[in-house]
């Protein structure tokens, strides 16, 4: 199979690139910039004409590129459909998102991957966005959800009235992992806790790692990775720059971010809804257990199995992080039976043979 991979350009990057002899890379612009520290007047309207600007280039890309199949990652303008969720119940709104997000393709089969808008109704403030999600099921051929309240939530809405989602494949297929370079490794060789975080710096539960740093806990310390823009690090640098804590943002070779899972015991996600980020994933791969915050489905984290469930707050984190600091031989244990379940269900071998053969029956019976 050859694969042609279409994605916003980022800072830095090229228009085309061929990492393999199977692979391109085409990005399309214009350049997606990240938030400046001091706001930008009238930055919210540029946003959005870049976002538009965008979609117009990917329409023209596509209409340009000859292929078979096409799976989609992410419906290309989302924010539209939160955009208009957020304003009540409007049907021309609703029928002009989803005509806007609607991909040139011809006859083609098409295949979206859900990352999180079948959980959405599971996040601390749910949007009434059903509306988009049935288009979502009515527009391609087969959606595939990485987590199972997702897939639970899309088979829901299939089975209420299955006439109008006719043959649509609907599939439970887990984010793939590379489980041969996040591997286990021992545990720090330190007397103090080192707890690490790894998400989206503009998540909503970062207050909690604010107040957990500022709480100074005996023998814990932190070491603070993921994706921060200039404005992330200058909001959080005076929490983040004392003692007993390192930054070590917006890693982006596999070598160092495979080292900070080395370098810590523990990862916290502060995530409240369902489902798991990849970082939950990578840190379980290495055998490091995982807190996370409880929810409907926090799979493949269950409490005292394969980390820690707790309430969103930092109290609990708190105490939590005071019982386990003089424990490093419990979380090896949790950690290797996180290592296990990870190999098990979300192994690249076993996640890409089950695309592969998606892929051949939807070409095959096309």
């Not at 990057?13 to 990492?19: C, L, Q, R």
């Not at 006719?166 to 021992?186: A, V």
């Not at 545990?187 to 740093?213: A, H, K, T």
């Not at 502060?270 to 489905?297: H, K």
């Amino acid at each position: 199979m050859d694969f042609i991979i279409l994605t916003p350009r980022l800072p830095g990057t090229s228009k085309v690139e061929h990492p393999a002899g199977n692979i391109t890379v085409r990005r399309f612009g214009p350049t997606r910039i990240p938030p400046k520290p001091t706001p930008r007047r009238f930055s919210a309207g540029r946003d959005w004409i870049g976002r538009f600007a965008r979609l117009l280039n990917l329409r023209a890309v596509s209409k340009r590129t000859s292929f078979d199949l096409i799976h989609v990652h992410r419906p290309p303008l989302i924010e539209l459909a939160y955009f208009v969720a957020r304003r009540g119940q409007i049907a021309p709104f609703q029928r002009l998102t989803c005509r806007l997000n609607r991909l040139p393709g011809g006859r083609s089969p098409r295949v979206l991957t859900d990352h999180g808008l079948f959980v959405m109704p599971s996040t601390p403030n749910p949007l009434d966005i059903r509306w988009f999600m049935e288009w979502v099921l009515e527009e391609f051929d087969h959606v595939i959800c990485v987590d199972k309240s997702g897939f639970e939530r899309a088979n829901s809405i299939v089975s209420s009235d299955p006439r109008k989602f006719g043959d649509l494949g609907l599939h439970h297929i887990p984010q793939p992992m590379d489980t041969k370079s996040f591997s286990p490794s021992p545990m720090p060789d330190s007397r103090d806790l080192i707890v690490g975080y790894s998400g989206r710096w503009e998540r909503d539960g970062m207050f909690i790692l604010q107040s957990l740093v500022g709480q100074h806990l005996p023998r814990v310390r932190y070491i603070v990775s993921g994706g921060a823009t200039d404005r992330d690090l200058a909001a959080y640098a005076p929490t983040f720059l004392g003692q007993g804590i390192e930054v070590r943002a917006n890693l982006l070779g596999r070598e160092e971010l495979v080292q900070f899972y080395r370098d810590i015991h523990i990862l916290v996600d502060f995530y409240r809804g369902d489902g798991c980020g990849r970082s939950v994933l990578e840190a379980m791969a290495c055998g490091r257990p995982v807190i996370r915050t409880q929810s409907r489905d926090t799979h493949p984290v269950a409490d005292g199995e394969t980390g820690y469930l707790v309430d969103s707050d930092a109290a609990a984190y708190a105490r939590l992080l005071r019982e386990i600091a003089d424990d490093k031989e419990q979380l090896e244990k949790i950690g290797r039976r996180a290592r296990s379940i990870v190999e098990g269900e979300y192994s690249s071998d076993h996640v890409l043979a089950s695309l592969e053969k998606l892929y051949r029956d939807c070409i095959t019976h096309r």
